[in-house]
């Protein structure tokens, strides 16, 4: 079974610009998360799909970053304009449903922001 | 008061020694509690799920809950040079079933 995939892998931009990251879910998960995780803390939810509807985004800076999933499958996640303080790994995950915290993740995407 | 709480380590222990990791979470309708593993540099994999007080064993793993302390454990019995990570305690709260997770405590097992 395939894992959850995310690209880029790494990204380098300087503030005030715009970056992308893409994800594609385990195939059948209903549930997709975006976690931001800086080095030393722990994954903060971004934002939460059930299907392609939105149920969590409290936590999304929604000045700057913006989400979708598009027809319940693969999901971009977009900043603009970068601030500094952006500076994270971006970490895809899937779960079959939202009723479970099992949740698997992709390798991430780690941008910085000169 | 944040939502779940870890103590951040490190946390030293000797090979075959075992290791204790602790949690301790703020909504009290919590059900589902989870312990993830995450190596440096890669991402965060579930280890246990525990969903009912008590102890649940898996391996040289065991995870504890008390729902009325609020409080979760990690106990790695044995405890290799592999095993030496970041473990991440997670839960589920709210309505929409937020995972929610702590800062995480960096293991550290030395040879």
């Known amino acids: 079974e395939a894992g959850v995939a995310q690209s880029p892998r790494y990204k380098i931009i300087e503030k005030r610009q715009s970056v992308a990251f893409w994800c594609n879910p385990i195939?059948?998960?209903?549930?997709l998360y975006w976690y931001q995780q800086i080095l030393g803390q722990g994954p903060k939810l971004l934002i939460q799909f059930q299907n392609n509807g939105v149920v969590d985004d409290s936590q999304l800076p929604k000045d700057r970053f913006s989400a979708e999933r598009l027809k319940g499958v693969d999901s971009t996640l977009k900043i603009q304009p970068a601030k500094l303080e952006d500076s994270a790994v971006y970490l895809c995950?899937?779960?079959?449903?939202?009723?479970?915290?099992?949740?698997?993740f992709g390798e991430g995407s780690r941008l910085t922001v000169l | 008061q944040k939502e779940v709480e870890q103590n951040s380590g490190p946390l030293s222990v000797p090979e075959g020694a075992i290791a204790s990791l602790n949690c301790t979470y703020s909504d009290r309708g919590s059900q589902s509690f989870f312990w993830y593993r995450q190596y440096s540099g890669k991402s965060p994999e579930l280890i246990m799920s525990?969903?009912?007080?008590g102890d649940k064993e898996d391996g040289r793993f065991t995870a504890q809950l008390n729902k009325a302390s609020q409080y979760v454990s990690l106990l790695i019995r044995d405890s290799q040079p592999s095993d030496s990570a970041t473990y991440l305690c997670?839960?589920?709260?709210?309505?929409?079933?937020?995972?929610?997770f702590g800062t995480g405590t960096k293991l550290q097992v030395i040879p």
């Open positions: 525990i969903y009912s007080n």
């Open positions: 195939s059948g998960h209903a549930t």
């Open positions: 997670a839960v589920i709260s709210g309505g929409y079933q937020k995972v929610t």
């Open positions: 995950a899937s779960s079959p449903n939202q009723n479970t915290g099992e949740l698997f």
